[in-house]
């Protein structure tokens, strides 16, 4: 919730959201059955109207489409300096990127030149400002723009954080629902220890230097035992196994669960 709200996601969004993610699934999981993913039957499984889930559809396809855009985005400032730092055109025959001029006098490379080569169908100035906030270039008397670093990290929100909190909670939603209702199968590890005592500051960060060291030694030798057991482990109709660990602060009072049956976990 407190990343709900620091980046202004409403109650309407989170529903929204929860209904189309009930439809994709929903849908997903009948396409695997071989069974049509008609409207009609989602908007009776998920308790929709056959509207609302023809519209979670549509927007779908059009979600799909803006990712992409916004995935190309993000990745041309980076060809961008690939191809400053590579192509002859832009740079000298020891792989130095060269000043580029930020005006068309026709005797001079500009930075023009180089978003058309590298992607032409971006904004010279947006890519200019993207660079300039990653503190990739240095523009000079606004007369030519230098190249200080060839790694481009973008600079505020990290996307990629915030796609790993989706694929941790994914994953882990997964294996809760998993061994509570696959009671018929081999249940997935899970497990949890908590101080019985509160912690302090200096304390989280001894126990976050054991984990650092301990804990990356485990997932070391877990990664190596399966890499050697892979002809044994291995199989083409098979899913990818991942373990995952990390720490967390506990809630102060115990989570209720009475009136819920516990799912064996083996």
């Known amino acids: 919730m407190p990343l709900f709200r620091n980046y202004g996601v409403t109650h309407h969004d989170l529903s929204q959201t929860l209904a189309r993610l009930f439809v994709y699934d929903t849908a997903e999981i009948l396409t695997e059955e071989g069974r049509p993913a008609a409207s009609a039957r989602l908007a009776l499984m998920t308790g929709l109207t056959r509207g609302e889930v023809e519209k979670h559809l549509t927007e779908r396809n059009a979600s799909t489409k803006r990712r992409a855009m916004k995935t190309s985005a993000l990745m041309t ?6 191809a400053w730092n590579t192509d002859t055109r832009f740079s000298t ?3 130095v990127a060269v000043d580029l001029s930020l005006r068309a006098d026709g005797r001079h490379r500009t930075f023009t030149d180089l978003v058309m080569a590298s992607s032409p169908d971006s904004d010279p100035d947006a890519v200019l ?10 523009v000079h008397e606004q007369v030519f723009v230098r190249c200080t670093n060839r790694a481009y990290i973008p600079a505020g929100v990290s996307v990629e954080r915030i796609s790993r909190i989706g694929t941790v909670l994914g994953a882990l939603a997964a294996t809760l629902t998993h061994n509570l209702l696959e009671e018929s199968s081999v249940g997935y590890l899970e497990r949890s220890v908590q101080t019985d005592f509160p912690v302090s500051d200096d304390g989280r960060r001894v126990i976050r230097e054991w984990l650092a060291v301990d804990g990356s030694r485990f997932l070391e030798t877990l990664d190596a035992w399966m890499t050697a057991s892979r002809p044994e482990l291995e199989a083409p109709s098979g899913h990818r196994v991942g373990v995952d660990i ?3 602060d506990a809630a102060t009072d ?3 669960t009475a009136g819920v049956k516990a799912a064996a976990n083996q």
């Open 254 to 256: 115990p989570p209720v």
């Open 77 to 82: 400032p980076a060809a961008v300096l690939t």
């Open 129 to 138: 400002d993207q660079l300039l906030a990653a503190g990739c270039v240095e």
């Open 93 to 95: 025959p020891y792989g």
């Open 246 to 248: 990390f720490m967390y």
